[in-house]
């Protein structure tokens, strides 16, 4: 391997330099609680889209601007591209985050960024706040440097990734000609573990249903009525615990029918990989007499990554608290399922409100509504995108970057790569497993982030070294 040519060294100098500015623009962000799944705060993911648009200008990129469909939130969008004949980046994070859920379970304030132990606690600081200020943070080093970018750039920071990105659709097909581009990074993955980065190739799907039964015009009261009037919660559970094998594996009927196991080589890659079972456990808090749920016989990271899984996600009967002795009249649960590879969601969406239909006890009434349905996707990580990512990524950790798979859902990733000819995505991130993105006390580790931005900067000559003509149609 040659040596970083100079330009390179020097933009990554200048990224640790300005690393306490990187980390004052992610406090900025974080407390801005621009959460898209609240209309109550609508004006915070304005407020947060502004400020985000700031923060690409200053790190010198041009024409930002934001931009909405159908009354979507706002993406803002920016680029820099005076790279004749180079390759073209489209960097992707977003700006929006969950709600905090239980304030009162947080250490601390979840929008007042915490600083501890090395990590920052605060609502999207790892999902994705952080994301957002590493394409500036690298764009910034070398634009303050060299003056210039090793390929062309186009940054896009979407408003509504955590609501499943509703207007992304029509974005993209009002705004595919802006953003085309050679290759997607997508900053809202993660590393393997603390210190070690990850790319990610393989991400599972979404969809599910509601179900509601009822059984009777109001609550009764369980002694004059109990014995006769069947129970809307003990129907509904029974239903939902069909849902599932003695192994907590998805049992519904039809939910594998069109799963695609990996084959031999892909289960070998994963078997060869550090089974930190111990650590995973840890960072979950799973308590200790709890055993992991899934078929032992398959391995731990094909259960968490490809295979379909359900999860009741929310359950309505009567609170506790207020609670009498009585017989409600109906209950219902939202029940999430994450998609397997190759699986038609669609499909899963029906064979699941087929199921429940068919085990609804004593004729109660049911009502089922499908919620939306994302197909899983993964891609095949080699050629030289991922060659480019996985230099960068070994010169800003000083690591090999794991070749990993992860459960979770971006709808966008799919359509992205596709509306432009199916490119590379590169999906890499500052979450790690301790993260708890989603969650409360959500953090980010400060040291990865650094390493993040390094990467990215070193990302930039390695993508700029690439010769489209060369490879075009091998890409
Ligand atoms: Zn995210």
Redesign the pocket.
């Known amino acids: 391997m040659s040596t970083v040519p100079r330009e390179v060294a020097t933009a990554v100098a200048a990224a640790h330099d300005d690393f306490a500015d990187a980390r004052s623009e992610l406090d900025t962000l974080v407390r801005i609680p621009s959460i898209s799944g609240d209309p109550d705060h609508v004006a915070d993911v304005d407020a947060s889209a502004a400020a985000v648009a700031d923060l690409l200008r200053a790190s010198g990129l041009e024409d930002v601007r934001e931009l909405r469909v159908d009354g979507g939130h706002p993406y803002v969008v920016g680029e820099w591209c005076h790279a004749p004949g180079a390759p073209t980046v489209l960097l992707y994070a ?1 700006h929006d985050v969950q709600p905090p859920g239980y304030v009162d379970r947080w250490t601390s304030d979840p929008f007042e960024p915490r600083e501890a132990d090395g990590r920052l606690f605060g609502r999207g600081t790892a ?2 706040k952080a994301g957002a200020v590493a394409h500036a943070a690298a764009v910034r080093a070398w634009l303050r440097t060299a003056g210039e970018l090793p390929c062309n750039v186009k940054v896009m920071i979407e408003g509504e ?2 609501i499943g990105s509703p207007t992304l659709a029509p974005f993209l097909q009002a705004h595919a000609a802006e953003l085309q581009s050679d290759v997607l990074l997508l900053a ?1 993955a993660g590393n393997w573990a603390v210190g070690t980065p990850g790319l990610t190739y393989s991400l599972r799907g979404l969809c599910g249903v509601d179900v509601r039964v009822r059984a009777t015009d109001g609550p009764l009261h369980s002694g004059m009525a109990g014995g006769a009037v069947p129970d809307p919660v003990l129907a509904l559970a029974g239903m939902l615990a069909s849902l599932i094998d003695e192994y907590g594996d998805a049992a519904f009927d039809g939910c594998w029918d069109d799963y695609e196991a990996p084959g031999d080589a892909e289960r070998a890659r994963i078997a060869a990989l550090p089974q930190h079972v111990d650590a995973l456990r840890r960072a979950w808090g799973v308590r200790d007499g709890v055993t992991l749920a899934g078929d032992p016989a398959v391995s731990l990271f094909e259960r968490l990554w490809f295979r379909p899984v359900v999860t009741v996600i929310g359950i309505d009967g009567h609170p506790i608290a207020g609670s009498s002795n009585q017989i409600v009249a109906q209950a219902a649960a939202r029940v999430s399922v994450r998609v397997g590879r190759g699986q038609d969601p669609a499909r899963l969406n029906d064979a699941l409100a087929r199921h429940l239909r068919a085990r609804v006890p004593l004729g109660l009434e049911i009502e089922v509504t499908t919620l939306d349905a994302v197909p899983a996707w993964h891609c095949d990580p080699t050629g030289w995108a991922f060659d480019a990512a996985e230099r960068a990524l070994v010169a800003g950790f000083g690591v090999a970057p794991v070749c990993m798979g992860v459960g979770g859902t ?1 709808p966008f990733v799919g359509p992205f790569a596709d509306a432009f000819g199916g490119i590379p995505a590169l999906l890499l991130g500052p979450a790690d497993p301790g993260s708890r ?1 989603h969650g409360e006390d959500e953090s980010l580790h400060l040291g990865d982030f650094r390493s993040l931005i390094a990467s990215e900067a070193h990302l930039l000559h390695e993508i700029g070294l690439h010769e489209l003509a060369q490879s075009a149609g091998v890409r």
């Open positions: 977003h999902d994705d990734e955590e809202d971006i993105i």
